[in-house]
């Protein structure tokens, strides 16, 4: 309790902080309504920024007046029009910008859930094996890295280009499910306009498939401040107590109520090198039955 206690009296203040003299970092705004998992990162972000802020100053974050798909994302980053952007890694993203090579969610973004129409469930019921899955189509972001790992590992997909347009194509039947990382798809399904949709937790997709930060390489700086805080967080167990009470991820705790979950496991080819795997404390594990 006095770990929570420390988390939220240091959001607390950092919200409230509103110095003229704070340095803007511009980040993206909220993609839509159906993007609960939004708050999650910029709260957290703006825990890092409180807690080096002895070390580099005030600074606070501050919402680019346009909206982004992912490639855009990254140009804008490159272009100077954000300072730092949340996304799945991969090989090409870390040639090109500077990662923070810090799981924001333990490694749980590649822990995905299908969220299914309520009148699916008993077809899902009688899913046993991945190949009766590969026979389904998945709805899922054209720029998004996931959409790549399931299409190589034999999955269908129907790409789409606004996060906006998922749901609703779900809901149309022009996909026969929606995977979403287990961190961010309960509180998504909260919102308006989702009561015949769940949560198939009875089967999860896993691959390695790490959400960082990323920032331009011109700012090292920024990126030493944003990597200062994210491993003082994980070294005192910090992250994982604010994944625990953070409205956005509470409701995915405790992880062993996922063990008799059916796991189909996806490989990621394009998952750099140097992606720090053997580094226990930066990731979170769910143990179920496999395929």
């Known amino acids: 309790m006095r770990a929570l206690a420390f988390l939220v009296f240091i959001i607390s203040l950092s919200i409230a902080a509103t110095h003229l003299a704070a340095a803007p970092i ?35 974050l501050v919402e680019s007046e346009s909206v982004f798909t992912q490639n855009r994302a990254f140009s804008a980053l490159k272009q100077g029009e954000l300072d730092l952007f949340w996304a799945g890694t991969s090989q090409d993203r870390e040639d090109t910008y500077r990662a923070i090579r810090v799981p924001l969610m333990g490694g749980l973004l590649g822990v995905r859930v299908p969220v299914i129409r309520a009148a699916k469930y008993q077809m899902f019921l009688q899913i046993g094996t991945s190949g009766q899955l590969k026979a389904l189509t998945a709805c899922q972001g054209d720029q998004w890295p996931d959409s790549d790992i399931l299409e190589s590992n034999g999955y269908r997909v129907e790409r789409v280009t606004k996060f906006a347009l998922m749901y609703s194509m779900l809901k149309q039947g022009r996909c026969d499910y929606f995977p979403r990382g287990i961190t961010e798809v309960y509180a998504e399904l909260e919102g308006e306009d989702k009561e015949d949709l769940i949560a198939y937790d009875k089967i999860l997709l896993s691959y390695p498939f790490p ?79 496999r395929d």
Not at 26 to 50: F, R
Not at 273 to 281: K, V
Request: without cysteine; proline residues 4%; negative net charge.
């Open 26 to 60: 511009v980040i993206q705004p909220k993609q839509s309504e159906d993007d609960a998992s939004y708050g999650y990162y910029v709260d957290l972000i703006t825990l890092i920024l409180e807690l080096t802020r002895e070390e580099y100053g005030q600074a606070e």
């Open 211 to 289: 959400m960082y930060i990323f920032v331009n390489k011109d700012k090292e700086t920024l990126a030493q401040r944003l990597e200062l805080g994210l491993l003082s967080l994980v070294e005192q167990g910090k992250l994982t107590v604010f994944m625990q009470y953070h409205p956005v991820t509470k409701n995915i705790f405790p992880l062993e109520k996922y063990s008799g979950s059916k796991t189909f496991r996806l490989t990621n080819t394009n998952l750099p090198e140097s992606t720090p795997l053997r580094d226990e404390s930066l990731w979170l594990k769910i143990k179920t039955s």
